[in-house]
Nanobody
């Protein structure tokens, strides 16, 4: 089992940056694809970005493409989300998730993830 814990959320002005980090316990962290999702008030949880187990393949939702960067360090069991040029519509609780092995790409659906963190709040003021 790999349990993720997010950190790094906060309040930032529009145009600013934040870096979220996810630390995951478990000796087999490097075996799993990882993803970031977010959920705004009154909305469903949505895909943000994901990264393959070795970090070689990344994929982003259209609204964040070019502004967000997902990365991982398998030696430290961490996956980060660098968020630049933040907009008020990026305001949400951000969740780190551990992908299920062998379910096939693209890993943009919630059902393709087995373990979830508790979430970290990101608020972007206008």
């Amino acid at each position: 089992q790999v349990q993720p814990v997010e950190s790094g959320g906060g309040l930032v002005q529009a145009g600013g940056s934040l870096r979220l980090s996810c630390a995951a316990s478990g000796r087999t962290f490097s075996s799993y694809p990882m993803g970031w999702f977010r959920q705004a008030p009154g909305k469903e949880r949505e895909f943000v970005a994901r990264i393959s187990s070795n970090g070689g393949i990344t994929y982003y939702a259209e609204p964040v493409k070019g502004r967000f960067t997902i990365s991982r360090d398998n030696a430290k069991n961490t996956v980060d989300l660098q968020m630049n040029s933040l907009k008020p519509e990026d305001t949400a609780v951000y969740y780190c998730a551990v992908g299920k092995v062998g379910v096939g790409w693209p890993y943009t659906d919630l059902t393709q993830y087995a373990y979830w963190g508790q979430g970290t709040q990101v608020t972007v003021s206008s």
